[in-house]
């Protein structure tokens, strides 16, 4: 049982607004990630579900049951820190068995326990390191252990991966989501990285200055952005906006097409540009053109599509896949798609 | 987490500290301030009452007043001068790739932890003394007439002893700070074809700037103070030749027992070191703010 | 240096930094090798080779009583450095973990008191002292060298504690652990290093303290500072025996010091060079 509710929280520090007011559901055994900009608020939000910080008004529900004002220990819930928190002068064992000792569990119970969560996390053979004798991955594992041991209503990370390299972040993004899988209790994430939040989540919260701009899956919010700042930041690489004549003629003040959805040619198209960098990445190629009448534009093409700097490319957008938004930003009427 | 509750432990938890320096500071000072207006003389008590400015200007007029003023900026400028130097030499000495860096580095630091009469004691008989010390056989082995240091250069010898002490010190944060330049830096300038004189000037001794500040500011507190070191060798002598402000104090309080004449040069002494205080709480203080 | 460095070069640099180290060092080494040899051979001229006679340490014991300034010296030193730190960790603590706009203030003030020259109130100290009947006693000399140290310590305290990341404490936190069990099983064991290191810094400290060590004491409570000094009086030129007593006086504390380099630059550059 894990379910979070938040009902007009803000948070205020000193003179800033951090959070001016925000309203989030969070289901039992969902995989929720809190994705947005650096000082978007989102690990602030996180660290008020925690109890980190003290909201400034609102209420928190777990479970249904206010805990606005508990001690962070009284909520149940477990945190993973982006420096993993680690206390360097215990062995893993002792840092994964920690909460279970504040709970005052005798030690046989704990033994076991902490074996078993070494087990799940292959650390086994670790247990009496300290962890400066660890690698990256290894003490991202023990922050995951400490978690897991508690058995808690639900698992916040804040940024966990944000410290691995990129290869490692891959394996433990799969670690992570695999252990969602068996254990399918809650998860809040936190992370700017917005591929992360499309691999993991059953559920985006993009946030962008304190407010929430959409919630929704993976796919929704990549099929039909509410507005621009979601169009712009879910997406890689990035969502070309298009203004002006071509914009008006399709009734927006900006239209929005993603690289996926352009068709290359060499021989014609609606649009004609050139080729400024050619990224291959050997299955894709990610085009980078400048197109006569927009700018610059990026396209992404077949791997097999041979053209390099310099060369002319024709290119048509999928006009079912336009994304058009007025002079606010707001996604209107989302006529060209079905999710 | 900062509510009202710990707010008040954590002024609780201070307090102590606070309060005992606050008395430290207070009493003492103002003891002092209270006794430079008076007429107050150990041996004579029959003189008592307000001496208005009369302790000061008995102080500012003894002609060895300016002595040991000028005697006390010598003290500070040469060991200063020597010291940062003399350590920037050796911490660039150090930094480089040497066998048995670790025994080298602890006979360099040694000097600063012997207490400041042994050292004045080592220097004053075994080294610099015009009949026994190693100079002295030095001399001798080179055919020249041995020079007797604490006679004819007093300031100077005590200038040496000082430096002697605080070398090391320079020596171990200027090498640090090195220590703590990026290597890649360093690389980079020698690709950009600097040569080593190019590099000192134009990235190792801008990066060893706040270094040399700190250490500059630091010794200067303690040397405006040193005391021991001229006690246990020269007295002060021959007449004011070796005496600074902090002896001369000593001088008129505990050998002259004026009590009122002390304290006005205690008084001047807390000015000077005030001056030098600004500029190290400046420096200090910018790194609270990382 | 990730590139390799010619043996050449490395060789030439190695000769020059020992020559360095050892006219540096020469001093110390001097005394030591004058400590072991006899009285006429102390005088005799430079000679770098003693007899290796140990009857000057013996002398210094029998005829000048070492053992009592240096008993004076290791309890003015530990007892003065552990009144400093009694009364300093708790405001250090305060200020590292519930800092408020003034913290800064406050410690910049703390700092400032040290900066206060010793002469300057040499007269009242010793006027109160007389008067309170605590010239030549142990406590009046370990309450000063622990006010003179105090915000030495505070501030090394100070920079150790800030150290601790506070994700740590919120990880004990969320881990269930209350207030006193986060002091003793997380805040003590990573704050034990930092402590032992002001502890070490500052024995030192207080053992080489030479103004007023010597004006406040003469005889009941002088420490090694005070019994060295008083050698300085021309009693003759019993070379061997004042060397036998300096070597006796920074031995232990040349060795403590040896480890204590890296808090040595830290300490005294109130945290602004690490």
Redesign the interface.
Known sequence: MGSITLRHVSKTFGEAKVIPDINLEINDGEFVVFVGPSGCGKSTLLRLIAG?E?VSGGQILINGKEVTAAAPAARGLAMVFQSYALYPHMTVRNNIGFPLKMAKMDKAAIDKKVEAAANVLNLTDYLERRPSQLSGGQRQRVAIGRAIVREPSAFLFDEPLSNLDAALRGTMRLEISDLHNQLKTTMVYVTHDQIEAMTMADKIVVLNRGNIEQVGSPLELYKSPRNLFVAGFIGSPRMNFIEGAYAQSRNAKTVGVRPEHLILSKESGLWTGTVTVAEHLGADTFLHANVDGFGPITARVDGEFGVKHGDRVYMTPDESKLHRFDDKGLALGNAVVAA | ??TQN??T???L??????L??LV??I???A??LW?SFQNYNLLDPSSDGFAGFFNYEFFYTDPAFFQSIWNTLVIVGGVLLITVVGGIA?GL??D??????G?????????????????????????MHP??G?FA??ANLLGLQPVDWFAQYPLFSIVIIVA?QW???AT??LL??LQ?LD?EQK?AAEMDGANFFNRFIYLVLPHLA??IT?VIL?QT?FL??V??EI???T?GGPGYASTN??FL??RT??LGYD?GG??A???I??I???I??IF??R???K??DR | ???S?TTG???T??I???V???I??F??L??II?SLKTEPE??A??NLIPSGTFENYINVQTQSDYLKPFMNSVILSVGSTILALI??I??????A??P?KRT?D???????????????????????FRDFGLLDSRIGLTVMLT?IN??IV?WMLYTYFREIPGEILEASRMDGAGLWQEIVYVLTPMAVPGIASTLLLNI?LA??E??WS??LTTTNAAP???F??S??SPQG?F?AK??AA?TM??AP??I???FS?KQ??RG???????
């Open positions: 980190l003290d | 987490m900062a710990t707010k432990l954590a002024r938890m201070m307090a102590p500290s606070v005992l320096l430290w500071m009493v003492p000072l003891m002092t006794f050796i000495l150090l480089q790739p040497i066998f048995g860096q025994i080298v580095r602890i006979l360099v630091i040694s000097p600063f932890f012997v207490m400041p009469p042994v050292a004045a004691l080592i220097w004053k008989n075994l080294i009949g026994y190693v056989d030095i002697w070398l090391p010190f171990l944060i640090t700070a703590s290597s690389e706040r270094s700190v630091i507190i405006l103070g005391y021991a006690l246990v060798t007295n402000i902090a104090i000593y309080a505990l009590v002390a304290s040069g205690g008084i002494a807390v000077l070191a005030n030098v205080a190290l709480m420096a200090v203080g790194n609270l | 240096m990730a590139r460095v070069r490395k060789i640099a190695t020059v930094a020992w360095v180290a050892l540096i060092f001093p110390i001097y005394t004058t102390a005088i001229g430079f009364i300093a708790p405001g250090a603590w305060a200020m973990f519930s408020t800064k406050v410690l910049m003030w703390m700092l400032s008191t040290k900066m206060m020259p010793a002469v300057a109130v040499l007269v009242p100290i010793y006027l109160l006010l105090l915000p505070v030192i053992w080489n030479s103004f010597i004006r090694l500072t005070a060295i000094a050698f300085s030129l070379w004042l060397s300096s006086a920074i504390i040349l403590l010091g040896w380099q040595l630059v005294l550059t109130f945290g602004a060079v690490k």
